[in-house]
C-alpha cells in the first residue's frame, strides 16, 4: 500500500515564499517518479506544475518557469517544490503524485495521488 502526503499548504502575500513537501510512504522499497499539480478553484481539471522524469528530467510548467524548483529526494521518496514570487494566479489545491515510470506532466500517468494542500496567494 503507498500513501502520499503533502505538507506545507497555507496564505501567503503576493510576491512571497512557500515551500512544498510531499512525503511517499510504501510497504516495497520501490522508488518513485513523482511531481506536482495543482487545480485552481472552480477548475475540474488539475495541471502539471513541477516534476523529475524517470530518466531525470527536471520538467515545469510554462508559468512557473524560474520562479519555482522541484527537487526529490530518491533514497526516502520525498518531493519538494520551492515556490517564489508567487502570484494570486497560483493559489489552488496542491498535489503530489507518483508512478513506477513518467516522462512527462500529464495528470493521466500519474496513478497514486495525495489528498492535496491548499496555498491561497492575496494580491
Known amino acids: 500500500q503507498v500513501q502520499l502526503v503533502e505538507f506545507g499548504g497555507g496564505s501567503v502575500q503576493s510576491g512571497g515564499s512557500r515551500r512544498l513537501s510531499c512525503a511517499l510512504a510504501?510497504?516495497?522499497?520501490?522508488?518513485?517518479?513523482m511531481a506536482w499539480f495543482s487545480q485552481a478553484p472552480g477548475k475540474e481539471e488539475r495541471e502539471g506544475v513541477a516534476?523529475?522524469?524517470?530518466?531525470?528530467?527536471?520538467m515545469y510548467a510554462d508559468s512557473v518557469k524560474g520562479r519555482f524548483t522541484v527537487s526529490q529526494v530518491k533514497a526516502n521518496n520525498t518531493l519538494y517544490l520551492q515556490m517564489n514570487s508567487l502570484k494570486p494566479e497560483d493559489t489552488g489545491t496542491y498535489f503530489c503524485?507518483?508512478?513506477?515510470?513518467?516522462?512527462?506532466?500529464?495528470?493521466?500517468?500519474?496513478?497514486?495521488w495525495g489528498q492535496g494542500t491548499q496555498v491561497t496567494v492575496s494580491s
Open positions: 503524485a507518483a508512478e513506477f515510470a513518467c516522462y512527462e506532466l500529464r495528470t493521466l500517468d500519474y496513478g497514486l
Open positions: 516534476g523529475i522524469s524517470t530518466d531525470g528530467r527536471v
Open positions: 510504501s510497504e516495497s522499497y520501490n522508488t518513485y517518479c
